[in-house]
């Protein structure tokens, strides 16, 4: 029923073509929409009309999100959860087990959301997208980091599209939005050991729709795509996410996304701190290698191509 509803979502659906279409009563529909409404479904009812999903529904599950598909992501099998601890723990679980490319866990809620390099991801209830997406490209362990980037570069080309907000990007997988980080790209994998290659990588991405309240340690540089006070559909955000993540994995052997990586780099240029063994050493962000590595200078001279330490951008009256 609520498959019927989302691909009719804003329209009036009359009650005895739901029935019909469900093989259901009529007083059956009615318990169905009852249900729906307890569990949080904005839907408004008329006698003369039917039933009619508000347009206002955020809620994130499989049924609101399909309709929204294009292209190759229309063949995602996207399963919603109320609440998960982390959508890339669960959905490394399942490809360990052999689930095959193209599982989409999705949850309303984590409880243990991780970023790199060991860190939490805020990722309270109704208000963010947390999703993993399953992988299996022919790609080396070493060049994992490809994926990374290119999802950050989807993401941010959805944000921008349905958010109409201007979306850059921190190496290696943090996107900004005003100077505050609205999403972050986590990607994990299992390795071959025969061969090198990934036996499989879970895309993992989050980011802050209407987040509000961050705890103190983050509050002064995270933020939402919609701080401005503009409504965004988190169910439409994800799609869209989706649509451009599966449009642009083709260009992963070619790397034909590396530019517009670099293009909106909020890092190249500006004075950073690389961040080895607990210590911040003062560097210059140079550029970004063809296979996503960040060329820093440092204050002696010396240069070195980074791809596994963390960043942060130096401020003005930061000391390190």
Known sequence: MLAILEANRGRYVNGQYI?????????????????LRTEGYLIDSSPNKGYRLSAENDILTEQSILPYLEGAAKNCRIEA??????????????AACGEPEGKVLIANEQTAGRGRMGRSFYSPADSGIYMSVLLRPQLSAEKSVLLTTLAAVSAAKAIEQ??????????????????????GILTEGGINLENGL????????????????????IKNTAGSVSAGGKQVSRPYLAAQ?????????????????????????????????????????????EDIDENAALLVRYADGRTEKLSSYDISIRHIGQKG
């Open 19 to 35: 029935a019909d279409k469900l093989s259901i009563t009529r007083s059956a529909v009615w318990k169905h929409i009852k249900q």
């Open 81 to 94: 959860r109320k609440s998960l601890p982390s959508t890339n723990t669960e959905l490394k679980k399942l």
């Open 241 to 285: 996410i989706l649509n451009r993540l599966f449009a642009d994995l083709p260009k992963l052997e070619s790397k034909a996304f590396l530019h517009e990586y670099k293009a909106r780099s909020v890092v190249l240029g500006r004075e950073i701190f690389v961040i080895k063994n607990g210590m911040q050493i003062p560097a210059v962000a």
């Open 198 to 217: 990934l036996e499989y990588a879970v895309v993992g991405i989050g980011v802050n729709v209407s987040t509000a309240d961050f705890p103190e340690e």
């Open 162 to 183: 349905v958010c109409a907000v201007p979306v850059g990007i921190k190496w290696v997988n943090d996107l900004y939005c005003n100077d505050k980080k609205i999403a």
